[in-house]
C-alpha cells in the first residue's frame, strides 16, 4: 500500500533524515524513516544525555510534534521523550543538529509539550524538495 504522501516525499524524508546525521556527523545507518502509518523518523545517537548515563538515547521525529529526544529505558517499552525541539515540524537540518549539540552540553533545550503541530498542509511537498537533491 502506498502512502499518501507518495514515492518522492518518501525519498525526501530519507533526505532530510540523512542531512541531519550528516550535521552531527554520525557515523553508520542507524536510523529509520517512514510514511505510513504516519510520518516518522528514528536515529540513534552515539551519547548518553546528562542527567541520563543509563539509558540510551534517540533522536524522533514525527508529522504532528516534530523533533524530540527520547530515552531508550528498555527494549520492550516505548520511548520516553525528554524534550522537544517545538520550534516547527520540519525545521532545517542545521537547527535540528544545534538542538542536540546543545542537550548534550547541558543547555536548556525544547520543551516537553507534545501537543500537535497545526497540520502541515504542504509537508509531502516540503519532503519531496529534499529528494530534488537526489539522483534520479
Known amino acids: 500500500m502506498e502512502s499518501e504522501f507518495g514515492e518522492v516525499a518518501l525519498r525526501g524524508l530519507h533526505r532530510y533524515?540523512?542531512?541531519?546525521?550528516e550535521e552531527l556527523r554520525l557515523s553508520g545507518n542507524a536510523y529509520?524513516?517512514?510514511?505510513?502509518?504516519?510520518?516518522?523518523?528514528?536515529?540513534?545517537?552515539?551519547?548518553?544525555?546528562?542527567?541520563?548515563?543509563?539509558?540510551?538515547v534517540?533522536?524522533?521525529w514525527n508529522e504532528r510534534t516534530g523533533w524530540a529526544l527520547a530515552l531508550e529505558?528498555?527494549?520492550?517499552e516505548d520511548l520516553v521523550?525528554?524534550?522537544r525541539l517545538g520550534a516547527e515540524v520540519l525545521p532545517s537540518p542545521r537547527v535540528v543538529a544545534a538542538y542536540t549539540r546543545d542537550a548534550y552540553a547541558g543547555e536548556p533545550m525544547g520543551d516537553k509539550d507534545d501537543s500537535p503541530f497545526p497540520v502541515c498542509a504542504d509537508l509531502a511537498d516540503r519532503l519531496a524538495g529534499y529528494a530534488a537533491a537526489l539522483p534520479a
Do not use: K, M
Not at 17 to 21: A, D, F, P, Q, S
Not at 32 to 56: E, K, N, V
Open 17 to 21: 533524515v540523512r542531512l541531519v546525521i
Open 32 to 56: 529509520y524513516a517512514q510514511l505510513d502509518p504516519t510520518a516518522g523518523a528514528y536515529i540513534a545517537l552515539d551519547r548518553r544525555l546528562p542527567g541520563h548515563p543509563g539509558c540510551d
Open 58 to 60: 534517540a533522536l524522533v
Open 73 to 76: 529505558t528498555d527494549s520492550r
Open 81 to 83: 521523550v525528554v524534550e
